[in-house]
């Protein structure tokens, strides 16, 4: 009755911009509207990498990477440009890092930069992005819906 | 494999104790604002974490980590809150820290007449223990210099 599930995801841009969000398997929201979600979400995050890094007990190389609770755990991971992925799994999944550098690597830099029609910095407006990361999600060794 | 350093903090967010075993960088700040730092982020994370779950919670933020260290977080029923930084060969602290609740803090603090609840702890029977224990963990070993 373990089954592993992606959650949801989020794509936020360096300057706290939330570029796409997308649910799979998502139970319980959070109570607010999705715009006050997403500003939660990067401030929350931006105020834990600080925080993380000042109280390290040892010279830092990467920083924060992920949390986890009893029940989910949340994979954070930045590119070089500043661009952030904000994944929740179970907990079954250790390390997302793979996964979110390929979906940076071969989807959004693939089929959102490489776009002309794509402005950076806007929501991700792109259909073949979408359908393309769904269905990678989809097909992940740890992905399966929940049964209800 | 290493234990950093441990705080206990009480559920008013007085920290009662804390000591390091392993830590090669200091915060910056004075030990008070560390203290209250820690705390603080702490409480926000947690509210947090619950807020933003996908799914119903049943125990709440449980550790963190990042390339070079883990955070683990342990809270007893009646409050009071321990945290300790090791490194990453430690997936989960929380038995050792229940231990460190249940055999060493009841013990030495709550079941001592001296030791006054809320203050800082001051037994030098506990501090000495609990240094006996860590020292004795099995992912327990003085990084080499």
């Given amino acids: 009755m373990n089954q592993m599930t992606v ?35 990067y401030g929350m995050l931006f105020s834990i990498r600080s925080f993380v890094s000042k109280m390290s007990p040892l010279d830092m190389k990467d920083g924060f990477l992920s949390f986890q609770t009893s029940k989910y755990r949340l994979h954070y991971y930045e590119t070089p440009s500043g661009l952030k992925f904000v994944m929740n799994t179970d907990l079954s999944v250790s390390n997302a890092r793979e996964t979110l550098q390929h979906i940076y690597s071969n989807l959004y ?3 959102i930069v490489k776009n002309p029609v ?30 209800a």
Avoid at 19 to 41: C, F, P, T, V
């Fill in 7 to 41: 959650h949801n995801l989020y794509i936020f841009d360096r300057n706290g911009n939330c570029l796409y969000y997308n649910e799979w398997n998502r139970k319980k929201q959070a109570g607010i509207s999705k715009d006050e979600e997403y500003k939660l979400m």
């Fill in 118 to 147: 794509c402005v950076l910095g806007q929501t991700l407006d792109s259909e073949l992005f979408s359908s393309r990361l769904d269905a990678f999600i989809r097909a992940l060794p740890f992905y399966s819906p929940r049964a």
């Fill in 109 to 111: 830099v693939e089929y």
